[in-house]
């Protein structure tokens, strides 16, 4: 079992497969297809190496933030958290991740919605949380792999089809859809960046420097200096004392922060290069697979691909989507209760995107705003979500993007107060929604004759 979680869960070792078989169903020769496979496993690998380089460098600034302001409370983290669920729930984990891709793939085979989700690793978080949810709710053990696994599967849709109209505007065409289980804060991004009624000169990617400060165009100068600047104000509230002793390992303070500020600016850069490498294969090996098995279908990819349409938007949306964590962190404080910490990594992934996304419908002001408001989402969602975890709900962790916390308080609300039996009833009637057949929109056809 613990071999089929390694499989699912690496998306370097799913796409690859699945790039080989939509370059197998094109019939493409052998040199072909191992050259598409190998790019597309190592395109991969590439945006893993750089997304944890990335991870690296924010964790000491997430303990440097809670010393300087002394603060603390509950970090949503979905790593942190599915590591402590799978030692109770690993084999119905396993289970409903692999029964969810057959839904996923049956479902967009059979409806409209054509979107195979291929986030591994995300899907397994989903597959964790509703684990949990379902065992909370009282279900036996066939019960629970097959509401969970029908469920895994509806999310695995839906999450990629409600941002689809928003990456159809950035992309420029309907290639390609998103995987990543935060799409309600992304779509609400993309929303708040139409208030402003933004184009392309006032786009993130256009601002205006002064000639002498022309460098900063440079994505890869601007993310250095201005992590430079963040770590190294944030260092001198915590003070050398408690990071020589607990986090650089007696390196001086002021030099630890220079080098991981560099380290996120280098995840970055090799994160941009993965997706660029991923793209030029798996978009066209994927053909194979929507002409052979599921016609139109489109490959949701995991967030870092949508990086590269406006890197500035990156880490604008960053800064405020963390802005929006501290501003919901000081709003909990002075009410009481349970205290959510604003968690670094889920800002940086989730703030990125939606400052892309707000970007592309209302530029920078879009890009801000957006992100803002993303940050305000994955603060509040989790204080609801925890009371349907159990005794999980008890962990000083929780599940940090928004379509956890939205997934999680609608399954987890059902069953509190009607049961399983509620659950049951509420994914038969998504599923029968999801069949009715609808005419495409004409957004949706123009898109449709660009593929073409």
Not at 30 to 48: E, H, N
Not at 69 to 85: H, Y
């Amino acid at each position: 079992m613990s071999t089929l979680i390694d499989i699912l869960s690496q998306p370097a070792i799913l796409v690859a497969l699945i790039a080989l078989i939509g370059l197998a169903a094109q019939r493409k020769n052998l040199s072909d297809t191992m050259k598409g496979t190998t790019k597309t496993f190592v395109g991969f690998l590439v945006i893993s190496a750089g997304a944890g380089i990335l991870q690296t460098a924010l964790t000491p600034f997430g303990a440097m933030f809670q010393e300087a302001f002394n603060v603390s409370g509950v970090v949503p983290n979905n790593e942190a958290i599915v590591a402590l669920a799978l030692t109770e729930f690993g084999t119905n984990t396993a289970l409903i991740m692999f029964f969810g891709m057959v839904v996923n793939v049956l479902i967009a085979r059979f409806t409209r919605f054509k979107y195979i989700f291929l986030t591994g690793h995300h899907t397994l978080y989903m597959a964790c949380m509703l684990a949990v949810i379902m065992a909370v709710a009282g279900f036996n053990t066939f019960g629970l792999i097959a509401a969970g696994s029908v469920a895994l599967g509806i999310i695995m849709t839906l999450s990629p089809a409600i941002l689809q109209p928003f990456m159809r505007q950035l992309t420029g065409n309907d290639n390609v859809a998103l995987g990543h289980f935060s799409a309600v804060g992304y779509a609400l991004s993309g929303l708040v960046g139409k208030l402003f009624k933004g184009s392309k000169e006032n786009s993130t990617e256009n601002i205006n420097f002064p000639k002498g400060l022309g460098f900063l165009r440079d994505s890869t100068v601007s993310i250095a200096l201005t992590m430079v600047v963040m770590y190294v104000i944030v260092a001198l509230f915590a003070g050398p004392t408690f990071i020589e002793a607990e986090l650089s390992a007696g390196t001086n303070f002021l030099v630890f922060s220079l080098i991981q500020a560099g380290s996120f600016a280098a995840g970055v850069f090799i994160i941009l290069s993965g997706v660029r490498l991923v793209l030029a294969e798996i978009v066209p090996a994927f053909k194979g697979i929507s002409t052979k098995l599921v016609p139109n279908a489109k490959p949701a990819l995991d967030v870092p691909i949508i990086f590269p349409f406006a890197p500035n938007a990156v880490l604008i949306g960053f800064f405020a989507s963390f802005v929006g964590g501290i501003v919901s962190m000081v709003i909990m404080i002075f009410t009481g209760g349970v205290i959510i910490l604003p968690g670094v990594v889920p800002h940086f992934f989730t703030g990125a995107a939606a400052g892309v996304f707000g970007n592309a419908t209302g530029g920078y002001k879009g890009a801000v705003a957006g992100a803002f408001v993303n940050g305000i989402i994955i603060s509040f969602l989790p204080v609801f979500l925890m009371p349907v975890l159990g005794d999980l709900g008890f962990a000083n962790t929780t599940f940090s993007d928004a379509d956890f916390g939205i997934g999680g308080i609608f399954f987890g609300t059902l069953a509190n107060y009607a049961g399983p039996i509620a659950i049951v009833i509420s994914l038969i009637v998504i599923l029968a929604l999801m069949a009715i057949p609808s005419r495409k929109n004409k957004t949706e056809e123009k898109a449709d004759k660009k593929v073409i």
